[in-house]
């Protein structure tokens, strides 16, 4: 039945479950029960839904910009203001601390799509969703070397106070601010907090799940990374997943101008502000290159789909008398040495069925080539499937044109016994 056929492809490859995470369970289930029961049951203030709205950016950035470009992949130098901005955000995200969080994502860039992968792709969409994070299992990540996280005294303070830090920042802040500035204390409470929170819970676990698998591949294919705007959106600029993947010490997610990706926005106008520097990119050289190798790939697999003539060394090789006795039982035209049988192309023929007709056993090359008509490279093309011989000689050479004796070629052997050999015209 088609339902079981998706619930087997969205978890196949689950492991062996060992045991359950209950914190991150409660965090995922009692998150959006609590924002789903505000939606139904408390006001919606506008000023709320937008405060819900900045602090949802706030809470990406700290991932987007903060665990993953800065300390995960040290794409850019923050300065000390912006990493305790960008460390603070990501704890409100209530993902992990920042050590946690790219410690694993490390393992994930160098053992991508294997068992070594936190959340390996091959396991289904819903285990690196959300699987991996509430179950144990038989399963680990593999070593990684963070040797500059675990002398990042920021990142050591916020690993250590985690769980407090994430209690200020990712559930009393938001509940007061709007509760303390125009008293909206369950809108903060149902929206900023929880809403925001579960939408960032979602929108961070589709880099793991949807971006592995909705989208193209443009810069390699080897691995299930895929770029879509969809995933972009949804993830403030991490969608362009196959792009980071292939140039993962890049700033950038999204190369070309048009993509969108707020966060390298962000990281670029904390630059020119004088907050972040030493933002890296991949030589745009090598980009190209990437991106051109794949356009070649495709269009090699396009290529290999599509009928072909057959190559001159398997036609059979005829002389001009066979063409003449062959061309009175079907539609024989000679073009440039080739024999092409246009019996089936009569009837669809643009100059009409008695035109083909009347050449057949004729040399139409000079006609073909712009004599008559000069024909468009899909005729060229269409003709070229209708070859089914090659002249011997390549032009008209019926017997009484042959070269006379008295004008033949004669070379030296080697061989006493042949010290003079006659070339003919048929011979090899």
Known sequence: MPGSHLFQELTKGFPTITGIRWFNLSVLVLTPAVAMYGLLRAPIMPKTVTCAIGYYIYTMLGITAGYHRLWSHRSYNASFPLQVFLILAGASAVQGSCYWWARRHRSHHRYTDTDLDPYNSERGLLWTHIGWIIFDSNLKAGPAEITDLRKDPLVQWQHRWYFYIQAVFGYI???????????????????????????????????????????????DDKH????????????MGEGYHNFHHQFPMDYRNAFRWYQWDPTKWFIATCHWLGLASHLRVFPSNEIEKGALTMKLKALKDIQDSLEWPVTSDKLPVVTWETFQEESKSRTLLLVSGFVHDASEFLDNHPGGRALLASSTGKDMTAAFFGGVYGHSHAAHNLLAMMRVGILNGGVEMPLEQVVPPSQRLFVASNRPAESERLITPLEE
């Open 224 to 235: 299930t990374p895929r770029d879509h705007l969809i995933s972009a959106l949804l993830t």
């Open 173 to 219: 802040l938001p509940m007061c601010i709007p509760g303390l500035l125009w008293n909206d204390w369950l809108g903060g409470f149902y929206f900023v907090g929880a809403l925001r929170m579960t939408a960032a819970h979602h929108s961070t676990f589709a880099i793991n799940s949807i971006a592995h698998y909705l989208g193209s591949t443009p810069y």
